[in-house]
């Protein structure tokens, strides 16, 4: 990092097991916040490059699987690996930090200015005292995608033809009201692969899924079943309210993750897992496109607790 980056540190080794990374990213949203959020577990590090509007790139590397991505998409998989897992989040601001691949804002060349990074938070204490990210305080998502306005064709084929300059990342693409529609159709159709899985083995499906929604509401707001803005119902989703595709992805894969470990014990928990793994395999046959578009393809495995596709 050169001597005249204005980038400083203002959380440092926050633990994961205590701090609620997705609570955490939205705090930062909120305050329109400019810079990286650097997450370090065993064998795995991601850095979210947040620029203080649009969704944030995350850079993942996954030492044990010999992986490296950089993509919007890797906020789901990070979100979702950090809960429960032990490790530090770090936190740095500056808008050289919130460049993907730029000199001095990656994590490669993190090691060089970790010196003088502490030096300058031990001396500039954080202006702001860190979130408590386990209240039930409400903050708004990331970002509402903008899906009051349907992309045009002009629109696609713009997006289509115009470049970008290497090592910024892309503008956030609009999701429109048609494929918003889709994906919660999607979603209710996974749910109801769950739902078939369980009722199956015998257990009430209504009360544990229930039981995870109320679980996480504090962090998800729309699970809430007193709030009334989510309802299912035989295969089918009624959604009402704007909110951030990653922030449903995430909350419906993770209270249907519950649902199924909850089912899943005893002698039989192998079998039961295979068993929502077909249902989960026959809905994304059937809707294998809009899964993979929406980012719920990749959480399949971790609703069922095995292998699906």
Request: aromatic share 6%; no cysteine.
């Given at each position: 990092m050169s001597?005249e980056?204005?980038?400083r540190v ?5 633990d994961?097991?205590f ?19 650097r997450?370090?577990?065993k ?7 947040m ?8 850079h993942e ?6 992986t490296d ?17 032990p490790?530090t989040i770090?936190v740095?601001e500056g808008?050289?930090?919130?460049v993907a ?12 200015g970790s010196?003088s ?13 860190a979130?408590?990210t386990?209240t039930?305080?409400e903050?708004?998502?990331?970002r509402?995608p903008?899906?009051?306005r349907r992309?045009t ?15 910024e990342?892309a503008?956030?693409e609009l999701?429109?009201e048609?494929?918003?529609?889709a994906?919660?159709k999607?979603s209710?159709?996974l749910?109801g692969?769950?739902e ?5 083995a ?10 995870a ?7 998800y ?8 803005e ?10 009402i ?5 990653s922030?449903y992805i995430?909350g ?14 005893g ?16 809905v ?13 393809l990749?959480?399949?495995d ?5 292998k699906?596709i």
């Open positions: 001597s980056s204005k980038s203002v959380y440092e080794n926050l994961t097991t701090v609620n990374l997705w609570a955490l990213l939205r705090n930062l949203s909120q305050r329109e916040f400019i810079g990286r959020v997450v370090e577990l064998d795995y590090t991601a850095d979210v490059f620029t203080g509007s649009s969704t944030p790139l995350v590397i996954d030492h044990a699987a010999g991505t950089l993509e919007e998409a890797a906020l789901h998989r990070l979100v979702l690996r950090v809960r429960g897992t490790g770090t740095f808008p050289d930090e919130a691949g730029q000199s001095g804002g990656s994590a490669d060349t993190e090691t060089d010196d990074n502490q030096k300058s938070h031990a001396a500039n204490p954080p202006m702001h005292d979130p408590n386990h039930g305080t903050t708004p998502p990331l509402s903008a899906r009051s992309l064709d002009a629109d696609q084929e713009s997006s289509a033809t115009d470049s970008t300059t290497p090592g990342p503008a956030p999701i429109d048609i494929e918003w529609g994906m919660v999607a209710g159709e749910i692969g769950v078939r899985a369980v009722t199956g015998g257990a009430d499906f209504a009360s544990l899924f229930n039981a929604r109320l679980e996480m509401a504090d962090d707001n729309f699970l809430d079943p007193i709030a009334g989510f309802t299912y119902a035989n295969s089918l989703v009624n959604l309210g704007e909110m951030p595709e922030s995430i419906l894969t993770e209270a249907l993750r519950r649902v199924v470990d909850r089912v899943a014990t002698d039989y928990a192998r079998r039961i897992r295979e068993r929502v793994a077909l249902e989960l395999f026959s994304a046959r059937k809707r294998k496109e809009m899964m993979a578009r929406s980012g719920f990749p959480q399949l971790h609703i069922a607790g095995t699906v």
